[in-house]
């Protein structure tokens, strides 16, 4: 039987788990340490563009993309990551587990290139 | 082939003169936005339909859903800001082309139907941006329509290289 104690204990610990890096996403958040927690990137798409173009993280760290442009987008890096179609107003989140640079376009609109490097 | 350019080509030229004439108003730009897209909703489900490859009935089924995305956006825009879209001479010769378009696909099929829809698109996209260079940007007084218009101008850039990538391989 656990105490009262330490069932309000798990029950702040499954709240903390339900909404990861709640306290790091922001757009162009570095680091997260702190927290001891990978941080969590945002990466914003509007008016055809990958805002910020280009987005440095650590291993282990999660990228979210979120689409603002009335019509689907996607997040490819050929061979290695593909988010497929992103509604609009929808985002794709990607945990960033290899070391390496990874430029990116959307396939549906190839004019659109990012990059991201993972430390 | 040749002819339906010149439908396009004379619809918004019609557009582009109308600078000199009478610069469009901005209940007229948006008419003239939503119309444009109207137009490419409409073949692009045409080719969702008919076109004899997949590349093509992929792009026609973008077409619809990138063009039905800015005309979504062109609607709430034009309501939040109580502008109701007035019909003009550009919009007009816009739909009549449209029409000319679709009435010419129709009696096509197979290779046929894919090279006058992918050359029609091309020259499309190819009027559409310089009416939105010349006329509909120049022109456009509300700030939020003017930044309407450039958000999604890249989007007819993407479209017009990927027809003209289709038709490359024609």
Known sequence: MRTRTQRLALALICAGALFPGAATYAPGTAGGASAGKPATHSV??????????????????????????????????????????????????????????????CTLHPNMKGMLRVE | MKNIGIVVATALLLAAGGVAAQAPNDAQIAHIVVTANQVDIDAGKLAEKMGSTKDVRDFGKQMVTDHSGVNKQAVALVTKLKVKPEDNPTSQSLKSGGEANLKNLK??????????????????????????????????????????????????????????MLQSKM
């Open chain 1, 44 to 105: 914003v798409i509007d008016g055809l563009k990958y805002d910020p173009e280009t987005l440095t993280v650590k291993r282990g760290e999660t990228v979210i993309w979120t689409n603002k442009d009335p019509f689907p987008h996607t997040v490819t890096a050929q061979g290695k990551f593909d988010s497929h179609d992103i509604a609009a107003g929808g985002s794709w989140k990607y945990v960033a587990r290899t070391a390496g640079e990874y430029s990116y376009i």
């Open chain 2, 107 to 164: 009696t096509l099929k197979g290779n046929a139907f894919d090279k006058a829809y992918i050359d029609h698109e091309v020259a499309y996209h190819e009027q559409v941006l310089d009416a939105v260079d010349k006329t509909l940007l120049p022109s456009a007084k509300n700030e939020e329509l003017k930044a309407l218009i450039t958000k999604v101008r890249p989007a007819f850039v993407a479209h017009l290289e990927h027809a003209k």
